[in-house]
């Protein structure tokens, strides 16, 4: 990458960062250090908490992968989402300049901006099914509260979700409607506009999940065997396509590699506590993916449904569990608004990723650049929709635009961008931390843990090709 050309905006950035401890507006604040907690555990907590990670444990087996995923937070999850976030107070918001930032004052190589680029080109591929799934979830949302309503019976059963998903105009509704509510809130203001979603979506969020719990596990009586199932290991169901299965959630589930948490890092005061941010976030993504998968197994037993049936459970056999119980319509809704709040926090931090990297890229200001990530969700999620639909015949390395989508970025991209980052980090921002635990705790695992674990993920992919 020419250097000289990066030269300019990192000028403006210098600029940006003398007036910062004069507090000129230049720079963007969080308004305290508890709306990062949300904003960044907005972004982390999404339909990776509640589709993908209780499907995963399904398909997996439980607790022995349960075990395993909490292993790659901790080896590998937290630390690297710690030093994405500081790489971004060190560096600023824009996901190329500030890898070259961080690089040029310790002399590296100008080759680590890509790792700004790559994250960004990751963002951009995750928001094109995101923003599909995002969009069912707004349909069973609707369904389900009609149905509280009195109206039509809500979506059950396999056939339904199916009729949803050969039918291109519902879906392509949804996904214009998310991605034009998304590319508003961060169109005038990407801190103001974030912090007033949260501060109405983390509250009603934690309600909905905790009112859940406690209908579900009254409702079915099964809270007790869906725990023994998620926290009992049994050790034969260990493979290392578990093991992959489990690092690529890591990544995916705390929005790390994508240089995400990097520019909400940069929203952040100097004086802030960034290990202790970082694990109240991991600690908070970790929660919810156990609350939602107990109220989803609960449910699964008690009908006796399917867990392992993969992307399904979501859609399938959950409202088919909640259309067997009681007041399961004000349930199903109840639950569905949950997951699409959670969901449409995590799209806004995906587009912000895609507006920084168009703006810092293009330099066609920010306003424009939203515009940009605004109509490349949507083109992303009309071509997704419609390769499901009208296009299906067309497929790329044999898989469909979703699967293919889903799959390089989680078994490829990630591991490749996190395994960057983690080398990034462990050189130019270890060395510099006062000595103590965490210091210790980030190099063993940004120097050794994280580059093995990944490589060993990495062959073991390759050689299943
Ligand atoms: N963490 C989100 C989830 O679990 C998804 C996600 C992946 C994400 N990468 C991101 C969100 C980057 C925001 C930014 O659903």
Redesign the pocket.
Same mark, same amino acid.
């Given at each position: 990458m020419p250097k000289r050309k990066h030269k300019p905006i990192s000028t403006l950035h210098e600029r940006r960062r003398m007036t910062d401890t004069t507090f000129s507006p230049a720079r963007l604040h969080w308004s305290s250090r508890l709306m990062f907690v949300f904003a960044a555990s907005g972004?982390?907590? /999404? $339909? /990776?908490? #509640?589709?993908?990670?209780p499907y995963i444990v399904g398909e997996n087996g439980g607790g022995a992968f349960v075990l395993m995923y909490l292993g790659c937070l901790i080896g590998l999850g937290a630390p690297l989402l710690i030093g994405e976030i500081m790489v971004g107070r060190r560096g600023g918001e824009f996901p190329a300049s500030a890898f070259l930032k961080v690089a040029r004052e310790k002399a590296m190589s100008s080759a680590w901006g890509g790792l700004g680029a790559l994250g960004a080109v !990751? =963002?951009i591929m #995750?928001l094109a099914f995101?923003s599909v799934v995002s969009g069912w979830v707004g349909i069973y949302t609707l369904d389900f509260a009609a149905a509280a309503l009195g109206g039509d019976a809500a979506r059950t059963g396999a056939d339904a979700f199916s009729a949803m998903l050969a039918d291109p105009i519902v879906q392509l509704s949804a996904v214009t409607v998310i991605a034009l509510t998304a590319g508003l809130v961060i169109y005038f203001d990407v801190t103001g506009g974030i912090q007033s979603v949260m501060r109405i979506v983390a509250p009603l969020f934690a309600v909905l999940l905790v009112v859940m719990l406690v209908m579900v596990a009254s409702t079915t009586g099964k809270l007790g065997e869906a725990m023994t199932y998620m926290f009992r290991p049994d050790f034969s169901a260990l493979s290392l396509d578990a093991f992959g299965e489990a690092l690529g959630?890591a990544?995916?589930? $705390?929005?790390? /590699? *994508?240089? /995400? *948490?990097l520019i909400y890092g940069a929203y952040l005061d100097d004086g802030a506590n960034v290990p202790r941010l970082g694990f109240a976030v991991a600690i908070l993504?970790t929660a919810i993916?156990f609350a939602a998968a107990l109220i989803i197994f609960p449910i699964v037993f008690a009908f006796e449904l399917e867990s392992n049936g993969g992307p399904g459970l979501l859609f399938i056999a959950l409202p088919q569990g909640f259309s067997l119980l009681p007041a399961g319509d004000l349930l199903g809704f109840g639950f569905f608004t949950a997951t699409l709040l959670?969901?449409f926090?995590? @799209? #806004? =931090? @995906?587009m #912000? !990723?895609a507006r920084h990297w168009l703006d810092e890229t293009f330099r066609i200001g920010g306003q424009n650049a939203t515009l940009a990530a605004t109509l490349a969700t949507w083109v992303g999620g009309i071509a997704v929709t419609l390769s499901m639909t009208v296009w299906d015949s067309i497929s790329i390395f044999g898989r469909s635009l979703f699967d293919f989508l889903d799959e390089a970025?989680s078994a490829w991209l $990630?591991p490749i961008s996190g395994l960057g980052m983690a080398i990034f980090v462990s050189r130019a921002i270890v060395p510099t931390l006062p000595d103590g635990p965490v210091k210790t705790y980030l190099d063993i695992c940004l120097s050794y843990v994280a580059p093995l674990g990944i490589l060993i993920f990495t062959v073991s992919k390759l050689l299943d090709l």
């Open positions: 972004s982390a907590v /999404g $339909l /990776g908490n #509640i589709w993908k990670f !990751i =963002a #995750i995101y959630h990544f995916f589930t $705390l929005s790390v /590699g *994508m240089c /995400g *948490m993504d993916a959670a969901a926090s995590s @799209l #806004i =931090a @995906l #912000i !990723i970025t $990630l």
